[in-house]
């Protein structure tokens, strides 16, 4: 049974007239009180007896005229209802102490100043013994606790609040299974509906919850963010775990700022309405927003307690709510601290401004990847060899590389997404490609397929622009396929074409050569034709075609010439049919075979862009 006190043993001798509260006894009242719109005609000497407060006021005030004394309390906290409740108590008639009365009776009997004073067992002692009881039961506390809104600074000033917050986060932190549950189903409890408003939401309780991580998270939700704010700080210090609080916080979120619920594409933000919801039950926008700057300083900082998602939907609510520049700040490196754990569709963030030119925020996702490379770069310098065995430090930076390996595709996939928009500038693109360390794409094709979408949706590029931007790329790094298509790609400048033939020509003698020699002798490689020697030789004349290429065409269909040549000679120790037989491959993927077409650009062999790696 929920807890429940009984005071008085008389029958009930008010009864209400209107707005007017009068004492059956048979004498006239010779004392009014005044709250409000509500008026309590009793008689002096059984309010005297029990309130410090009453006594002096009623003895200031002169009788000899026989008028009658009018007192004006509009201060009493709680008001008339639970001034309804003293003025009973001090008749002595039956009243009944709830979790939902309580707290305001309580504070009213001490600005009446009913201490043991004036009576033993006066009404600040039966409260505070009933308090007590409160305590122990988790429902009874919350409700006792969502009344001190109705008289905040006295319930504050007298640790009610604090006592309850103390009780719940107590208990927030422990096995549910070992809380009192009981409750009285007539009582307005949680096992029965409880209609009310939290935050201008209409409420509905539930009962208690199933054992778990999450079990209070309902229950508090229904208090206001005042007292929540104080009740998730009073969690932590308990010792809860920091995703338990977040989990706390996440859900207040998704009750009370509805556009969270509904922002998951570009399309949705225009939507900040659902049809068919009633604008009365949704709180203002500045509530909204207040609600979530508040909520954002209470969200635990520590790198994957709250989900990526939740934080990118967090920052996009907080554009389109206009929240401070702090909150979106603060929200951008948190996201920043776990990028790798972001997915590309909660990356693009639509442009919530009005000046603003393209069509996603590639600031935002700027700086949250400047966020992300500052903290790894600390990581690293953190870890030092002097402080960390070998095998750790070794374990650690494959993890660092890991970790920037993914951001690198991600940040590829981003950049291939908005590289189509017109209004997306040169530099920018290079900044947010360049900020991931070379070292962390073990293959250049996604950037690729970002630079050729970037160089079809901007043909006015100069020549020097499409080099400076090609330079991002480790040409070494492109797979066959992608080393195809940019071999025939027309909006490639002509020296990155080089490249890519110089780089696959280098593949294939690599390929060929070890297929010939370790064949024969894999323990003791020879080179009786030279044909090592002269590959070498081949490399530094390119390469230095390549720094300086006055023909490369030309030197292209030399080379060809060579390796035929180098294959003839081959060809009289191995047959042919037998190296076709074994590497069928590699006769059909000889750059040979491309000629002087593809470096001269033909349009014949152009290779539109559709999927290009």
């Known amino acids: ?254 009750k009370y700022i509805p556009i969270m619920n509904r922002q998951s594409s570009f399309k949705d933000v225009a939507n900040l309405v659902k049809p068919g919801t009633s604008p009365v039950s949704t709180p203002s926008e500045a509530d909204q927003r207040a609600m979530l700057e508040e909520i954002v300083e209470l969200l635990p900082s520590k790198k994957g307690v709250t989900e990526t998602k939740f934080l990118l939907r967090l920052l996009r609510t907080a554009m389109t709510l206009q929240a401070s520049q702090a909150c979106k700040e603060n929200l951008e490196k948190m996201v920043g601290m776990q990028l790798d754990q972001a997915s590309l569709e909660d990356l693009l963030i639509p442009n919530m401004g009005f000046t603003v030119e393209t069509l996603y925020d590639i600031d935002c996702f700027q700086r949250i990847l400047y966020h992300f490379i500052g903290m790894d770069q600390e990581a690293s310098s953190d870890t030092t060899p002097c402080i960390m065995e070998e095998g750790q430090l070794a374990d650690s930076i494959t993890h660092s590389l890991k970790v920037m390996t993914r951001v690198a595709n991600l940040v590829d996939a981003f950049l291939a997404d908005v590289a189509s928009d017109v209004n997306l500038k040169l530099p920018k693109f290079q900044a947010i490609a360049a900020a991931i360390p070379e070292n962390a794409r073990p293959l250049s094709d996604s950037l690729y397929r970002a630079i050729d979408i970037y160089l079809k949706a901007h043909p006015w590029l100069t020549e020097a622009e499409r080099e400076q931007i090609c330079r991002l790329m480790n040409s070494q790094k492109l797979s066959a396929e992608a080393s ?85 000679k081959l060809g009289k120790k191995k047959s042919w049919s037998l190296f076709c037989r074994r590497k069928p491959c590699i006769v059909r993927n000889t750059p040979c075979a491309m000629n002087a077409k593809a470096a001269s650009r033909n349009e014949n062999n152009v290779l539109e862009h559709e999927q290009p790696c």
């Open 484 to 568: 195809t298509h940019a071999a025939k790609n027309e909006r490639l400048p002509l020296r990155v074409i080089v490249q890519v033939l110089f780089f696959e020509q280098l593949r294939l003698r690599t390929s060929i050569t070890s297929w010939f020699f370790v064949g024969d002798n894999p323990d003791n490689i020879q080179d009786p034709s030279g044909v090592i020697a002269t590959s070498k030789n081949n490399e530094l004349n390119h390469t230095r075609a390549i720094q300086d290429p006055k023909d490369p065409v030309s030197d292209l269909e030399k080379e060809c010439e060579r390796i035929k040549h180098e294959f003839n």
């Open 1 to 254: 049974m929920a807890c429940m006190m009984r005071i008085g043993s008389k029958s009930e001798a008010f009864h209400l007239q209107g707005h007017s509260w009068r004492c059956i006894s048979g004498l006239p009242s010779d004392v009014t009180i005044e709250i409000g719109d509500m008026f309590f005609h009793l008689h002096k000497f059984p309010l005297l007896s029990r309130s410090g407060l009453l006594e002096k006021l009623i003895g200031e005030i002169r009788f000899d005229d026989g008028s009658e004394c009018i007192l004006q309390l509009d201060e009493i906290p709680g008001g008339a209802k639970a001034f309804e409740l003293i003025a009973k108590f001090c008749y002595n008639v039956r009243i009944e102490l709830t979790a939902l009365n309580v707290v305001s009776v309580r504070c009213a009997a001490e600005y009446l100043e009913m201490t043991e004073d004036y009576g033993e067992g006066n009404l600040i002692n039966q409260t505070e013994v009933f308090l007590n009881d409160v305590f122990c039961n988790w429902p009874d506390t919350i409700k006792a606790l969502e009344t001190c809104d109705e008289v905040q600074s006295q319930a504050e000033e007298l640790q009610i609040m604090s006592r309850c917050i103390d009780s719940l986060a107590t208990k927030a932190c422990t096995d549910p299974r070992s809380l009192n549950w009981s409750t009285d189903s007539s009582n307005n409890g949680h096992k029965t509906a409880k209609k009310g408003l939290c935050n201008g939401i209409a409420t509905k309780s539930r009962s208690p919850p199933p054992s778990g991580e999450d079990w209070w998270y309902e229950d508090v939700s229904f208090l206001s963010l005042h007292i929540f704010k104080l009740l998730i700080r009073a969690v932590e210090a308990a010792g809860a775990e920091p995703e338990n609080v977040a989990g706390a916080l996440v859900h207040y979120v998704k």
